[in-house]
């Protein structure tokens, strides 16, 4: 992983007693100390010690500071994340992933760092901001000093008193220019709240943080669907389901998957032109294909979902999307269309490729979702469609399919990159869904609506870039038919 670093290496003449701690807090601050698994709600009023390898993060409208022993001081803005990577008597390094940290070194001081996930840089300074955004860019704001700041490809420029810089994070940062904005009080998070937003769907996936931001966001979730069941395979999964309203204007779908060995999850969050309704299902149920002459209230403007085994993750990023008219008078309607609608995959090596979505695999073009036409795709590798293997592996009449792309990017040196897809419709007890059981196989009084509520679909994501791993995620008809996303 590309690392900013700011290090301010000063002699020193006081005496140090290496301690570094919470010196006050605002709001919701979570701390997860080394080698836990879960986080800790703060109290306002502590005074906490931090030591190497704690971990602190904060939420909305949320802010905290932490002072060194030689007066040395760092506050991180809502919305953010940082590790105290270390802390001792002749060095303070501290990992930012997310958000912004201002920091005020003191002269005099031992050596001190800030690390992001996109470039390198050393601090000749006493007062400077850095912050990373969700794709991994990185800006650097001094207001006292000089920051002596370079990216990963080797590039550097001295940024002074009342500069800034860019830098990307995967390409050359920018020179550095005056700096438009007055000294940051850190009170407000970074970027805009659909970035932020963004940054957890793509961001989070470690079970301990997966489950640590499901326990928090269960308390207000608008549906949820908890069950056992049996998966394709003949594994027990439990089954945790949940719809939130981060925003007005969004809502977020969430599955978890626990099975005897293993944990996967998948993540969706669905952004809007305006606010949602209090029924949920007014937006959804026409937010693909809606017909009439009228343009639909709610319109879908972006789309960010993960499936991930919490080592391994797909990734799709859709934007600029808006509701157009297919034109025809006698049959008037309105399809979804995104601008630009990406995949990625990823296994550890890949994990921090196109900030942080991992290895781009495909974009569509003016993607046009009810009807599958598309102005343009770009793949891996390849300007043409890659080599695809399509099957029913189960018989024509039952609700099993498998889909492998290879795509023609062996110039890479890695040989071709590949990823198979294997999905199923089955019941609670694992039977494979055929095109019989909406027929005969209807109980005595079974409405299609009740077979539904028994119904799951299964996805199973293979690919060369996994080391031999799946990511096998399970979810259920019901709760999407509760939320409108699925409708009879």
Known sequence: MKLIIISAAL?????YCDAAYINSLRGKVD???TGASGWTRLAGGEKTRLNSGDELRTARASTVEVTMDDGSRVKLAPLSAFRMSVENKDSVSIGLFAGRVRSWVKKLSKKFEVRTPSAVCAVRGTDFMVGVDADGNSRVEVYEGSVLAGDSQGNSGLVREGQFT???GDGKMKDPGSNPNDPSDMNSAIGSPSEIARAEIYGEISKEDVLARAQEEMQSAEYQNRKVAIDAFGNRVRMEEYTIRPRADQFKYVVLNTRENRFDFGKILFTFNTALPADLSRATANMISSPGSEAPQWQLTSMNSVMSNTIDKVTEDATSGRMVSNGSLADPAWNLVFGNYSFYAAGPAQAAESGGLGRWIWTKTDYNVATG???SVAYLGQPTAPVLDASNPSG???????TKNTFADAAAGNGLTW???QD???FDDGKILSTGDFGAGLGAGETVD???DRLNFQRVYTSSLFGGRTIDVMYSAKLLKEAGLLRF
């Open 31 to 33: 701390l997860r100390k």
């Open 373 to 375: 036409v598309t102005a």
């Open 396 to 402: 024509d009449d039952v609700y099993h399919s498998f």
């Open 11 to 15: 002699l020193f003449s006081c005496r």
């Open 166 to 168: 860019d830098i990307p």
């Open 424 to 426: 199923f419709v089955l």
């Open 450 to 452: 009740q077979v539904t």
């Open 419 to 421: 990823i198979a897809a």
